[in-house]
């Protein structure tokens, strides 16, 4: 099984040149969306602690900003990755990448990087930034849990579109990746894609 989800990852992002985006104030970073086979392959998402300057308390990809020592966005997600759960960039295998995306309120330009592991890593995480490390099957993640933006959760309600896993709500910048994401999977077989939502305006059409 192994051996073939790198193929069909390998596969699914072999025909796409990801968008770059440019924002006048915005700042770089990057996030790791690491896969792992198993009986269901499977994301690793954390929840961020609530001591954190941005995006307090929300479900992420493992990541943050570019630094200028970082020879490149891929380099920036796995130390970034390393920093907070460590994962041990040696075990990561970049597969591909997702288009740019904005954070437009915290004015952030997200490089998204896939990354594959051959097995279930050990992961640690790092309790100055992450408050639970969240494992979650792919095959999990189907429109029966997936929610349009408005909807209410525990008395809160949400802005954007969102997967509510386990009780986690996983909305935001990284709802929108995991949209991306899934659609790009789904073009090459290994989950359903997503149905259609009204949360998002992005990107715009047209190159760039």
Do not use: C
């Not at 929300?58 to 020879?71: E, N």
């Amino acid at each position: 099984m192994s051996i073939e989800l790198e193929r069909r990852l390998r596969s699914a992002f072999a025909d796409h040149a990801p968008r770059k985006v440019q924002l006048p104030e915005a700042r770089a970073a990057a996030v790791l969306i690491a896969i792992y086979p198993g009986p269901r392959p499977t994301l690793i998402f954390t929840v961020r602690t609530e001591t954190l300057p941005h995006h307090k308390g929300q479900i992420s990809f493992p990541g943050g900003s570019v630094d200028h020592g970082d020879a490149s966005v891929e380099a920036a997600a796995l130390r970034e990755a390393h920093e907070e759960i460590a994962l041990e960039p040696a075990d990561v295998t970049v597969v591909g990448r997702l288009d740019d995306t904005p954070t437009f309120v915290t004015s952030y330009v997200v490089s998204p990087v896939v990354g594959y592991l051959q097995h279930r890593p050990a992961l640690k995480p790092n309790p100055a930034e992450v408050a639970e490390i969240l494992e979650v099957p792919l095959e999990d993640l189907v429109d029966e849990i997936r929610r349009e933006p408005g909807f209410t959760e525990r008395g809160r309600t949400f802005p954007t579109e969102a997967w509510v896993w386990n009780g986690h709500v996983i909305w935001g910048v990284t709802a929108r990746l995991l949209r991306i994401l899934l659609e790009r999977l789904a073009a090459a077989g290994l989950t359903k894609a997503p149905g259609a939502t009204t949360s998002w305006d992005w990107p715009p059409p047209g190159p760039g």
